[in-house]
């Protein structure tokens, strides 16, 4: 069989795992096993081709891992400072409860139909309207909630 196949295969495998088990991991050695690809269907020989695959994988790994689980994971430098009303699209929409919000405990909000984690500096109960303020800081998934007012 061609290396330049196997390696590519190879590649794919990696990537196919990594779906399994999100360790934002594997994904680099696919893309390094693709770089070995590139390295056979150029003609060198098996030594160089172990080289790119170590060579990409490693510094992609270094270099890339920590920036791709902080956009992953929702903890992007880009995440808006806490009193900042601009950093997340549903900054100022409003939204259900859905699953009870306790002061310093996670709960849950429904906006559009789509389910968000939240937090509250109050307690607010189920089916009760809120208003998103921001997200956390440390975690942009993680929406931060107020009660609505009657008159808003």
């Known amino acids: 069989m061609n290396p ?32 070995a690809a590139a390295a056979a269907l150029l003609g060198l020989t098996t030594g160089w081709q172990l080289a790119a695959f170590m060579a990409v994988s490693l510094l992609t790994l270094i270099f890339l891992r920590r920036h791709l689980r902080a956009v992953f ?20 929409r409003q939204g259900i409860v859905s699953k009870t919000l306790h002061p310093g405990q996670m709960g849950e909000v429904s906006i559009d139909g789509s389910f968000w984690r939240a937090v509250a500096q109050s307690e607010i109960p189920q089916g009760r309207p809120v208003r998103v303020l921001g997200t956390l800081p440390a975690d942009a998934l993680v929406l931060r909630v107020a009660p609505l007012e009657e008159n808003e």
């Open 4 to 35: 330049s196949l196997l390696w590519f295969l190879l590649g794919i495998a990696f990537l196919l795992a990594e779906l399994a088990t999100p360790t934002t991991v594997l994904l680099f050695f696919g893309v390094g096993a693709w770089a």
């Open 73 to 92: 994971g929702g903890r992007s430098h880009r995440a808006a400072p806490e009193n900042s009303q601009q950093g997340h699209p549903l900054s100022g």
